[in-house]
């Protein structure tokens, strides 16, 4: 039988895990970003609610408006018939 101070235990260790995983992603996805706008890279973000596409040379161009869907790593996804 498991007593409820193992649960809890395993609970908190759970949530630590999780925590950490979301800061190494987070510091993951700012340094890819850093080093696509080092190395002169488009890159595609979310900004104040769309989809912006930031071009090497500061220029931005909006693609379309941001909504909220699960993506996969590694698979492209499509932004009004555009494959980025």
């Known amino acids: 039988m498991v007593s409820e101070r ?3 235990r ?10 950490w995983l979301a800061e190494r992603a ?7 970003y850093r080093r696509a706008k ?8 979310s900004k104040g609610g769309y989809i912006v596409e930031e071009q090497p040379d500061g220029s931005e161009k909006i693609l379309g408006v ?11 996804i499509s932004i009004l018939g555009r494959t980025v």
């Open 6 to 8: 193992h649960v809890f």
């Open 10 to 19: 395993s609970e908190e260790v759970d949530l630590e895990a999780d925590e």
């Open 26 to 32: 987070s510091m993951a996805t700012n340094m890819a």
């Open 38 to 45: 080092k190395l002169s890279c488009t890159v595609v973000v």
């Open 66 to 76: 941001s909504t909220r869907r699960k993506v996969v790593a590694g698979v492209p």
